[in-house]
């Protein structure tokens, strides 16, 4: 039986589109990699990014970039992580809601 899990991962990038695109499509690839994820088990993806990273969209590099399962279909959403002083800079956060067998151990990813 599955159930509905929310599976975290975080990374930081440069203020470029490159660096942005580049750091996105690889903790969305680990992501979906160490949690086994198949394309018809994801609900949706979510995205948050620190107020400094502004030169590219994370939804559009990885509908552009990832080559890996089809997320064509799932719906991708990004906000602006609120500011709090003193918090990590240049960070791009990611949740994905998926559908797993129930008792799966998930991995969350935070890269650099």
Not at 102 to 111: D, K, S
Request: hydrophobic fraction near 40%; charged fraction near 20%.
């Amino acid at each position: 039986m599955k159930r509905l899990y929310a599976i975290r991962g975080a990374i930081t990038a440069e203020n470029t589109p490159e660096s942005i695109s580049e750091n996105t499509i690889a903790m969305g690839s680990k992501l979906f990699e160490e949690n086994k994820i198949k394309a018809e088990d994801l609900v949706s993806i979510q995205f948050s990014l620190t107020k400094d990273l502004d030169t590219m969209n994370p939804c559009t590099a990885l509908r552009k970039g990832y080559q890996g399962i089809d997320i064509s279909q799932v719906p991708l959403f990004c906000t602006q992580e609120a500011f709090i002083q003193g918090g990590l800079e240049k960070t791009i956060r990611i949740l994905v809601f998926v559908y797993l067998e129930e008792g799966t151990h998930v991995q969350h990813i935070y890269l650099g």
